[in-house]
């Protein structure tokens, strides 16, 4: 993933854990993914995960006003913050937090789409050290189930120009699924469900992050013992061997054989 000023608008450029405790999330993923931890300059209660010494997330402390389940939020890269505001609510979608300052030059806002599946985007510099290729640890890539894939493909292509004609992107089906690519690169899959159905009530809308491991049944296990639970065990599917985990607090996310 390339740092926001050299990213063209609408590329996945960071991604957040907001969790009730910033020292049982750092506890739980350093047993589970190996990370380390670095102090940022946006106060005590945010941390960025390192792995191999590069960035991989940044997770922060939910305010005790908005204690609940953990959630891992994907964030988008935009040139406009308040354009972009606009796009989504013209769109359907609804802008919940923000645009609000976040750091020196830079606006981050929380939005979900007419689904209810929620994202971020992120206008200005991004945090010092964030990779800026797709190894260096950034995740695999993000992964939308939801229920119309085509409806939130078509939302997403429209908000971030993923399609434009002077954009890099390339949107393609593929096994049931849209898949965004850079250069060849997976950036983002739209996975979806009872589409031609009535809204299947099972199938919340949701982004998955993806992380990548040498060894999924490993990874497995150490959430277990770590207290955490799995949400669907190891398979292989259109993406490679994987597995759905959560963590402690509730925070759900995805590992990848590496």
Same mark, same amino acid.
């Given at each position: 993933? =390339?740092?926001?000023?050299?990213?063209?608008?609408?590329?996945?450029?960071?991604?957040?854990?907001?969790?009730?405790?910033?020292?049982?999330?750092?506890?739980?993923?350093?047993? *589970?993914?190996?990370? $380390?931890?670095?102090?940022?300059? !946006?106060?005590?209660?945010?941390?960025?995960?390192?792995?191999?010494?590069?960035?991989?997330?940044?997770?922060?402390?939910?305010?005790?006003?908005?204690?609940?389940?953990?959630?891992?939020?994907?964030?988008?890269?935009?040139?406009?913050?308040?354009?972009?505001?606009?796009?989504?609510?013209?769109?359907?979608? $609804?802008?919940?937090?923000?645009?609000?300052? %976040? @750091?020196?030059?830079?606006?981050?806002? !929380?939005?979900?789409?007419?689904?209810?599946?929620? %994202?971020?985007?992120?206008?200005?510099?991004?945090?010092?050290?964030?990779?800026?290729g797709p190894a260096g640890g950034a995740p695999a890539w993000l992964e939308l189930r939801t229920r119309d894939a085509f409806?939130?493909?078509?939302?997403?292509?429209?908000?971030?120009?993923?399609?434009?004609?002077?954009?890099?992107?390339?949107?393609?089906?593929?096994?049931?699924?849209?898949?965004?690519?850079?250069?060849?690169? =997976? !950036?983002?899959?739209?996975? @979806?469900?009872?589409?031609?159905?009535?809204?299947?009530?099972?199938?919340?809308?949701?982004?998955?992050?993806?992380?990548?491991?040498?060894?999924?049944?490993?990874?497995?296990?150490?959430?277990?013992?770590?207290?955490?639970? *799995?949400?669907?065990?190891?398979?292989?599917?259109?993406?490679?061997?994987?597995?759905?985990?959560?963590?402690?607090?509730?925070?759900?996310?995805?590992? $990848?054989?590496?």
């Amino acid at each position: 993933m =390339k740092p926001i000023g050299q990213a063209r608008p609408g590329f996945p450029c960071w991604v957040s854990l907001a969790a009730p405790s910033l020292q049982a999330a750092q506890e739980f993923y350093t047993a *589970v993914l190996g990370w $380390t931890w670095r102090p940022t300059g !946006l106060g005590e209660e945010f941390r960025t995960a390192l792995f191999g010494g590069a960035p991989v997330a940044g997770v922060g402390a939910l305010a005790d006003s908005l204690r609940g389940a953990a959630a891992w939020t994907p964030f988008f890269a935009v040139a406009d913050a308040d354009a972009t505001a606009a796009h989504i609510r013209e769109r359907g979608g $609804t802008v919940g937090v923000g645009p609000l300052p %976040f @750091g020196t030059g830079r606006r981050a806002a !929380l939005a979900a789409d007419p689904d209810g599946a929620v %994202f971020g985007f992120w206008a200005g510099e991004a945090l010092p050290g964030w990779p800026s290729g797709p190894a260096g640890g950034a995740p695999a890539w993000l992964e939308l189930r939801t229920r119309d894939a085509f409806a939130a493909a078509l939302f997403y292509g429209e908000v971030f120009g993923w399609a434009a004609p002077e954009g890099s992107c390339t949107v393609e089906y593929e096994n049931d699924e849209v898949i965004v690519r850079e250069e060849g690169r =997976k !950036l983002a899959v739209v996975h @979806g469900g009872a589409v031609e159905q009535a809204p299947d009530p099972r199938v919340r809308p949701r982004w998955y992050v993806h992380f990548r491991v040498p060894d999924v049944t490993a990874a497995v296990a150490a959430a277990r013992a770590a207290g955490g639970t *799995v949400a669907l065990p190891p398979d292989a599917s259109a993406t490679g061997r994987q597995a759905i985990l959560c963590d402690p607090d509730g925070g759900l996310f995805t590992v $990848t054989a590496a």
